[in-house]
Nanobody, 127 residues
């Protein structure tokens, strides 16, 4: 059973960089042909796909966030990390790391399109 667990700060100051790490157990992030994504849900809104890192290390981002987003991985720790720069209060959301077998290059997604989910972590951007 694949399990994902998000970790990182719950409170970030505006203009700073948010970094969240997802630790994966029960499966390797380098296994063909899975995609490891970050999704967030702002208050009162749907699930927003932010970007993904593929089994081979390739990265993909939603165009609206591409200039502020990067995803990296540490294969020795079986982790992948989200960096979101220049955050504003509009980046306040519950952030999830997820796994899928297909690459969904669109902003709004549904829960059923992803096979495994972390429990989610609340991030608030406020001074």
């Amino acid at each position: 059973q694949v399990q994902l667990q998000e970790s990182g700060p719950g409170l970030v100051n505006p203009s700073q960089t948010l970094s969240l790490t997802c630790t994966v157990s029960g499966g390797s992030i380098t296994t063909n042909y899975y995609y490891w994504s970050w999704i967030r849900q702002p208050p009162g809104k749907g699930l927003q796909w932010m970007g993904a890192i593929a089994y081979n290390g390739n990265t993909y981002y939603v165009p609206s966030l591409k200039s502020r987003t990067s995803i990296s991985r540490d294969t020795s720790k079986n982790q992948f990390t989200l960096h979101l720069s220049s955050v504003t209060p509009e980046d306040t959301a519950v952030y999830y790391c997820v796994r899928s077998s297909t690459l969904l290059l669109r902003q709004w997604v549904s829960r059923s399109e992803f096979e495994y989910w972390g429990q989610g972590t609340q991030v608030t951007v406020s001074s």
